[in-house]
């Protein structure tokens, strides 16, 4: 769906968030990992097609600062924070310049962590601003390389993303900058910024909203 990798639910705590999505959902989360260089921690569920959801959180044994684990810390209900674009490494250096001519500071990090069989994933991550006037409509930008996808390691599980929208009250502006950095989905003009994930769930349609 629109080349998304997956969809980042956060919160400040990983224990709490998970269970709020299991009794959203009647969906149970599969072990994710820690993030060394982000100070962050997560985990993970399935969906029936290659889109797979996120749950992160501040890694309370870690003392890393960074920019993603002081947002997370800030919040007192867990939402839909980011969501994450599948991409190729070379993609990157235009996808930044992008993002430096609307005013966003980002970087690309490579990152890693471990999986509970013992492998080690590692992938690049072209990440904008934890804070910045677009939030989750400036989207992260991911490339595998050759790590296996996380989508085809989780347990299956009886979850499908059916429908993702969004509007803005400056649609133009916005699909301008999703024009430069060559990400595509239908915009809606609204009076207040929304961006809803749809979920197909056991307890039936399950919305993840911004």
């Known amino acids: 769906m629109y080349n998304i990798d997956h969809f980042m639910l956060a919160g400040n705590n990983l224990d709490s968030l998970s269970q709020y999505f299991t009794d959203l959902t009647g ?8 993030h060394p260089d982000l ?3 997560n985990k993970l569920v ?14 309370p044994a870690s003392d890393m600062r960074t920019g993603l684990r ?14 994450i674009v599948q991409s190729q490494a070379d993609h990157f250096p235009d996808i930044l310049s992008a993002y430096q001519r ?16 013992g492998e080690t994933l590692r992938w690049q991550l072209l990440m904008p601003a934890a804070v910045n006037e677009y ?3 400036a989207p992260l930008f991911i490339d595998w390389g050759t790590a296996t996808h996380p989508a085809r390691t989780l347990p299956s599980a009886p979850c ?6 969004a509007g803005h009250p400056e649609p133009e502006r916005l699909q301008a900058l999703w024009d430069e950095i060559g990400f ?19 307890k039936g349609p399950v919305d993840l909203r911004a």
């Not at 980002?106 to 069989?117: G, P, Y």
């Open 102 to 117: 609307v005013g966003v500071a980002a970087e690309v990090k490579h990152l890693s962590r471990q999986t509970a069989s």
């Open 70 to 83: 002081d947002v997370l810390e800030q919040m007192a209900q867990p939402h839909l924070h980011r969501f």
């Open 160 to 165: 499908s993303v059916v429908a993702c929208s």
């Open 46 to 59: 399935a969906t029936i097609s290659d889109i797979y959801l996120e749950l992160i959180a501040p890694n």
């Open 184 to 202: 595509k989905m239908p915009l809606a003009t609204a009076v207040d910024p929304y961006f809803t994930v749809t979920l197909d769930t056991p």
């Open 39 to 41: 100070g962050t921690h």
């Open 135 to 137: 939030g989750i409509f």
């Open 27 to 34: 969906i149970p989360v599969a072990s994710g990992g820690v």
